[in-house]
């Protein structure tokens, strides 16, 4: 199963990707997770990532789609935890994907409103201090969601592939829309 997980930021992507590759043995590809990780190295990547991330701009589509390209032949069953998040990004996952002959299974879209989601990252930011997630950034990264990642969830939509679900509520109740979602 090949599964991307579409949402707003602090939709709870990472969070229900990180239990179900837990929970089911799935491989977890998320990209916010390699750009903090080459940013943490100090890598040449990382530095130049950091310049749109910690305004809460998207990286560059040729950063991201050359950062998880490669890794894309050997997973067979995987979630992609926010990416694509263009529709260029998008575009380019379908060509990756069918020059090995395969194609996604499941886009999942995370409903949430706006109010909810600028309560759990301002609780994250309590929590873990990512500069993203302050107030201006927030506010950005939302109509920066909207005017680029929007349309991704259009461009699924057009070839009847998304699934979309209510990530409103516990953290295990989504869990359990989830699960019955991809089953
Ligand atoms: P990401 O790391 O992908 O993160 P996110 O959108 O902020 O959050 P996510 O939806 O995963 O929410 P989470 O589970 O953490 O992106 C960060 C940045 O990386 C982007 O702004 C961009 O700069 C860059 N980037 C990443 N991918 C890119 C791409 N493809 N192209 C270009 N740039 C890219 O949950 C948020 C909080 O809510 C957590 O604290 C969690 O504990 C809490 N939470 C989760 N579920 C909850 C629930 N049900 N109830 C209450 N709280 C909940």
Do not use: W
């Amino acid at each position: 199963m090949r599964i991307v997980f579409l949402g707003p930021p602090g939709a709870g992507k990472g969070t229900q990707a990180t239990m179900l590759t837990e929970q089911l043995g799935y491989q977890h590809l998320s990209t916010g997770d390699m750009i903090r990780d080459e940013m943490d190295r100090g890598t040449e990547l990382g530095q130049f990532a950091k310049t749109f991330y910690d305004k809460g701009d998207l990286v560059p589509d040729g950063t991201v789609i050359d950062m998880i390209k490669f890794r894309l032949a050997d997973a067979e069953n995987v979630i992609l935890d926010g990416f694509p998040r263009t529709v260029v990004q998008a575009a380019s996952l379908d060509d990756e994907l069918s020059k090995i002959g395969v194609s996604l299974d499941r886009v999942v879209f995370f409903r949430v409103d706006v109010e909810e989601l600028i309560d759990r990252l301002e609780k994250r930011r309590e929590i873990e201090g990512r500069v993203d997630d302050e107030p201006e950034a927030i506010r950005h990264r939302m109509n920066v969601y909207n005017r680029e990642t929007a349309p991704v969830v259009d461009y699924y939509r057009d070839n009847d592939r998304v699934t979309e679900i209510d990530a409103l509520g516990t953290i295990d109740n989504v869990r359990g829309r989830l699960i019955e979602a991809i089953e």
